[in-house]
């Protein structure tokens, strides 16, 4: 199975701010990368699929990156909205596996 | 409106059975690969298992942990997909969601999700 490692686990940070979330994958998945964001008690809402394309509807300011095993999920600049947990899934081979996520909380 | 809807849930003793049910609308449910997903409280998502869409013959995948107890069908004329769990476990525990595959121009990426039954396991 393809393990997901994010980092880092938690991560404080004030409105405007830009912020990076990295994941690794423990083999290389090309760009077959997706990233969710989980408000508490709602299912995860997927942001980026294929590394780096924006699921429609998603705000412009979240963008991905990466290839083969290292990834990155930026926030341009944080609003409020987007104090959530978030997290990677390889897309690449069955079983789907997940990163442990990162919550990024408001400093 | 692309929805789905899952039912089904509730509480079950140890080594009893449950099926779970996810009702689509919106969309051509038959164009597309389903999954399902669980949640434990507290813990990230974890995948269960996936359909092909009929026109890729409709086949299945599971996670080990699943695998020999669970199965997953669907019935494209009803746009219902199915979950049918088997000596389930304490581990089993957790929020099941089911979720639309994005399937093109990619798979394995999930782009709606439903609002996710509570499956408990406890005697």
């Known amino acids: 199975d393809i393990q997901m490692t994010q980092s880092p686990s938690s991560v404080s940070a004030s409105v405007g701010d830009r912020v990076t979330i990295t994941c690794r994958a423990s083999?290389?998945?090309?760009?077959?990368l997706a990233w969710y964001q989980q408000n508490p008690g709602k299912a995860p809402k997927l942001l980026i699929y294929?590394?780096?394309s924006l699921q429609s509807g998603v705000p412009s300011r979240f963008s991905g990156s990466g290839s083969g095993t290292d990834f990155t999920l930026t926030i341009s600049s944080l609003q409020p909205e987007d104090f959530a947990t978030y997290y990677c899934?390889?897309?690449?081979?069955?079983?789907?596996?997940f990163g442990q996520g990162t919550r990024l909380e408001i400093k | 409106e692309v929805q789905l809807v899952e039912s089904g849930g509730g509480l079950v003793q140890p080594g009893r059975s449950l099926r779970l049910s996810c009702t689509a609308s919106?969309?051509?449910?038959?164009?597309?690969?389903m999954s399902w997903f669980r949640q434990a409280p507290g813990k990230g998502p974890e995948w269960v298992g996936f359909?092909?869409?009929?026109?890729?013959?409709?086949?299945?995948e599971y996670a080990a942990s699943v695998k020999g107890r669970f199965t997953i069908s669907r019935d494209d004329s009803k746009s219902l997909a199915y979950l049918q769990m088997n000596s389930l476990k304490t581990e089993d525990t957790a929020v099941y969601y089911c979720?639309?595959?994005?399937?093109?121009?990619?798979?394995?990426?999930?782009?709606?999700w439903g609002q996710g039954t509570l499956v408990t396991v406890s005697s």
């Open positions: 979720s639309r595959d994005l399937t093109y121009p990619v798979t394995k990426s999930f782009d709606y």
């Open positions: 919106g969309f051509s449910f038959g164009d597309y690969g």
């Open positions: 359909i092909r869409k009929t026109a890729h013959g409709g086949t299945t």
């Open positions: 083999q290389g998945i090309s760009s077959a």
């Open positions: 294929a590394a780096s």
């Open positions: 899934q390889q897309a690449n081979s069955f079983p789907i596996t």
